[in-house]
């Protein structure tokens, strides 16, 4: 059996179209790229296996917070391998408890319970069961182009044509999507009292980070306690300090029913999701100890990770470094919109950004400059003018200079190609 580590990438990308991921491939062709194939990967950087490196501001969604392979929680990893395994998910465990409370203390409000999820989609679809127990109601509104994961529920909760694709989209009645930052459409869908809750990405990212409107959140969590539904706080993406606050919702004032995090929890090392629940919503947990299972989830070396990441996140400065590096990123990109009519406008909540193009498809565009400049970005999957724009919470200074660097290239690029492609018509 060949070492993965030694093949060479036109054979990993032959392989791959054969037996894992044919359309994913397909796409990268499309888009004017190779398909990039991680290789040796540290920091803000991971190299293609072609050689080139990469600054890598897609992250996953958030998952490489900390960078890729942060030698902390490589080492808390190598720890917890030294004494737990997977450990059984019908017990009580130390490593689980202790997050557990870890995360009861840093979350808002009175949110208590921890049900451990090996992905975020499994943890979104727990946030439904319980909002659904809770309430005796099925109703769940979400938001037009919001991304929740791919298994069954959140699949329903999420755009629509993803659902129906896989005759996986709910009765109508059932789930229930209203334009982002538009209160009123969001107290009609509430009004007839038949919502058990409205989920939403605090930030939603598949649309490319518009920012909530000044009082949306906090409006909606005022409809939600007018109308009896609970408030789910997706923040997979927004989370674990990533906007400056330890949660995003914290910053727009807002305390969830329910709040879910997952990606970076794992350190971007061992699989690791979590709904974290108040104790009136998680009433459940007393009746029915076994509502939900799951083999994987809160697995003891992933519990063990991710207690690393938190205290991590929670060090004095972390956070800080978060809205001081936005800042000055913001300035540097204010910097290049001024200077390039294709950058359009900046959207940006600490490190949670996306830079909008004068191009229905000029996030892709930069998607494809970017790899050839040394800069991974993925443009938004809803919103294909923007780039989603999300460095690692630890980037110092000289890394925010290199990165602007690259950005300008990519930028310029883009718009070399563009007149190129006016000059051809
Ligand atoms: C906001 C949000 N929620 C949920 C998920 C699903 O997480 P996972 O891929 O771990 O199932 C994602 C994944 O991209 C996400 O961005």
Redesign the pocket.
Known sequence: MGDAMEMDKRAIVELAARYVCPGRVNTFKLLGTQPPVMGRREGHYFWDLDGRRLFDVHIN?GTFNLGHRNPEVIAALREAVERYDIGNHHFASGPRARLAETLARLSPGDLQYTVFAA???EA?DIAIKTARRATGRRKIVSAVGS????TGLCLAAGDVQNASYFLSDGAPDEFVQVPFNDLAAMEEALAPGDAAAVLL?TIP?TLGFPMPTPGYLPGVKALCEKYGTLYVA?E??TGLGRTGDFWAVEGYGVEPDVLIT??GLSGGIYPM?AAILSARVGDWLFDNGWGHVSTFGGSEIGCHVAQTVLEIIERPGVLANAREMSDRLGAGLEALRQRHPFLLEVRRNGLVMGLRFDHEMGGAMMTAAGYEVGLWAFFAGFERSVLQFKPGLLIRREECEELLGLVDKAISLCEERREIGAAGR
Not at 147 to 150: D, L, N, S, T, V
């Open positions: 969604g992905s975020g989609s979104n991304y929740h994961g791919h990405e990212a997706d997979v993406q997952g990606k999701a």
